[in-house]
């Protein structure tokens, strides 16, 4: 087992998922039921099945893409994802929302 991996692995998914939506699911969640124990069981099988399909096509697509590649895409995707989010929303956005 590469012990530097699994922590580096733990501490990246663990300060990433701080304050996330679905840390904040869970929260509300657990606020309003009566067995937080089975909030904590739900969430971290969620955690669990995420993270392991994650797993799963990364290394499906480490075969056919190089690591750099994949780098790149994601950090493209982000780029992407931050300037829409910086941008400010259109009329035609607003109209659309309303019923």
Excluded: C, N, Y
């Excluded at 922590?7 to 904040?24: I, M, N, R, Y």
């Excluded at 190089?66 to 995707?77: D, E």
């Amino acid at each position: 087992m590469d012990w530097q991996l699994l922590g580096l692995a733990f501490v990246t998914v663990f300060v990433s998922e701080l304050g996330d939506k679905s840390q904040l699911a869970a929260i509300a969640i657990s606020g309003g039921s009566k067995s937080p124990r089975a909030v904590f069981l739900g969430a971290s099988a969620a955690l669990l099945l995420a993270s392991f399909l994650g797993v799963i096509v990364g290394e499906g697509t480490a075969h056919f893409l190089p690591a750099k590649a994949v780098k790149i895409m994601a950090a493209v995707g982000f780029m992407i994802i931050s300037i829409r989010l910086l941008l400010p929303k259109s009329d035609d956005d607003s109209e659309e929302a309303t019923p």
